[in-house]
């Protein structure tokens, strides 16, 4: 089943409106390798009239009552959901997403523009008495945070409507004006949440959808009137945005090869089920391509030979192929060139002594979901990030070589622990070096309320509503004197 595919013309949201350009972005169907949109890219002076309405919307929105932001949230959340088909099908039409999952994220951002109308009336301040030193008598504080400058949201291609609406609705919600810049491989879905947001009576400059090349992007890093930048997406380019704004705030999401292990005690049948279940769905989701995919699986070797037959059983069992069919899990990756590299990463660590249980084959964009053992540990797919669905899987011999063999990466999102004993989960949490451990599931897991983010090269700060709120804010004290 495919849904039609006519060519789409679509463009910028700025200042409320929808704004044409002289250039175009070609968008492909990674399912069909077909064109299926041509998106305007933002002029130069489009760009310029975007800066000036965000920067000249920095008191206006502030002082809209919370009630009103909150009520604009409520309305954003409302037309997503409406919208559902549409927003989803647009998804599954630029990225290749089946089209349950596609249908799943437009949930999830209604739930986030949500979520953070209810923390925008929630946001306050803090009283502080200052006289528990001398110094201090007579003198009492209140504190607020402000939002620190319009921001730079730059968006992936992988969740192109949550994680802009993860940029967005934290920064309606505190009052800052917002540029988002989604991903040109798959902006479709972003300009459609402009479109909504477009009708939710926001003030003007409150926020903007720009498509722009990646020189227009690095301009934007670097103009001044973007004082915050909030970046999803790979490393390099993470980093190197970084390095080029050293005194703007930066926060980055970006990549990982996350893991997950699996401990002696989670060892009765419905327990290994249960695992190699949730491992090979949150390897091959979307064909793998999460931040938060599960990469590495380290398995004590006590349970390692009754798991390993259950979880090829789950991967060859998962619906691999057309998004468009609603029972499909495991989709296409974004483009043809991605699936190839994948597959060379998989040779590459097989001529290094890796077996391939299962999978290892391409054809187009789709890569068959594919489990490597004896993988040696210095393998590319072992020490980078795959984004795609591949597994590779370990003996470990007991909690201290699982945790030391979990821990052992470069990067630090999740991880996930599969295990019953809460003094190991307390272990795991002190430990590892990431933004968050799962006990009992994947690494795959992501609230759209809890804080998230990652450690060591996956990343600087957090998002998550009110954690954004808090990243895009800072405080400032007002001291009265003589009370
Ligand atoms: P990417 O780094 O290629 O692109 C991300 C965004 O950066 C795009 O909008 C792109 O146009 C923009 N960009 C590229 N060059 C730029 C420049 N010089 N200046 C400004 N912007 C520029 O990433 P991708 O391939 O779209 O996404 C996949 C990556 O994102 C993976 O590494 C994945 O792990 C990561 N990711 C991280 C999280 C997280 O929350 N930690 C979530 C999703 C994806």
Not at 141 to 162: E, H, S
Not at 430 to 455: H, K, N, S
Request: with cysteine; charged share 25%.
């Amino acid at each position: 089943m495919t849904a039609t595919t006519s060519i789409r013309r679509a463009g910028s949201w700025i200042g409320g409106r929808r704004v044409s350009g002289s250039t175009t972005l070609p968008v492909r169907e990674p399912w069909t390798d077909k064109l299926v949109a041509e998106v305007d890219l933002a002029d130069v002076r489009h760009v310029e009239q975007a800066l000036q309405l965000a920067h000249n919307a920095r008191g206006g929105l502030l002082s809209v009552p919370a009630h009103r932001r909150a009520e604009a949230l409520h309305q954003a959340s409302a037309g997503l959901l409406e919208r559902q088909a549409e927003v989803a099908a647009a998804i599954t039409r630029e990225s290749g997403k089946p089209i349950s999952w596609s249908r799943t994220e437009v949930q999830r951002a209604a739930t986030t523009f949500r979520w953070a109308a209810e923390e925008a009336v929630r946001w306050s301040g803090e009283l502080q008495r200052l006289d528990s030193d001398p110094s201090g008598e007579g003198r009492l504080a209140v504190q607020r945070r402000f939002p620190r400058g319009p921001i730079l949201g730059i968006t992936p291609f992988n969740f192109p409507v949550n994680l802009a609406a993860h940029k967005v609705a934290p920064a309606l919600a505190v009052g800052a004006p917002i540029v988002l810049k989604p991903a040109p491989k798959t902006p479709l879905s972003a300009l459609l949440l402009g479109e909504i947001l477009a009708g939710c009576g926001l003030p003007e400059g409150a926020f903007a959808v720009l498509t722009v090349d990646d020189d227009v992007a690095t301009r934007l890093v670097a103009d001044p009137r973007l004082p915050v930048v909030s970046f999803t997406g790979s490393g390099p380019v993470g980093w190197a945005i970084r390095d080029a704004v050293p005194r703007k705030h930066v926060t980055l999401e970006l990549g990982g090869n996350a893991g997950v292990l699996i401990c002696p005690d989670w060892h009765s049948d419905s327990d290994l089920r249960r695992a190699a279940r949730r491992i090979a769905a949150g390897a091959n989701a979307q064909g793998g391509q999460s931040c938060i995919a599960v990469q590495r699986v380290l398995v004590d070797q006590e349970v390692y030979e009754r798991f390993l037959p259950l979880l090829l059983d789950e991967v060859e069992h998962l619906a691999v192929g057309d998004p468009w069919s609603p029972t499909t899990t495991v989709g296409p990756l974004i483009n043809r060139s991605a699936a190839e590299r994948v597959k060379e990463w998989v040779d590459e660590a097989v001529s290094d002594g890796a077996r391939v249980l299962t999978g290892g084959s391409v054809e187009g964009a789709l890569v068959s979901p594919t489990v490597l053992v004896d993988v040696p540990p210095k393998a590319r797919i072992c020490q980078d990030e795959i984004f795609g669905p591949v597994l590779t899987v370990t003996p470990v011999n007991g909690a201290d070589e699982g945790l030391r063999a979990l821990d052992d990466s470069r990067f630090g999102l999740q991880a996930g622990v599969f295990t019953h004993d809460v003094q190991t989960a307390f272990r795991a949490h002190q430990e590892l070096e990431v933004g968050a451990v799962i006990v009992g599931d994947i690494p795959t897991f992501r609230a759209e309320q809890m804080p998230y983010g990652g450690v060591k090269e996956s990343g600087i700060g957090r998002e998550g509503v009110r954690a954004a709120m808090e990243d895009y804010t800072e405080p400032r004290q007002l001291v009265f004197s003589e009370v």
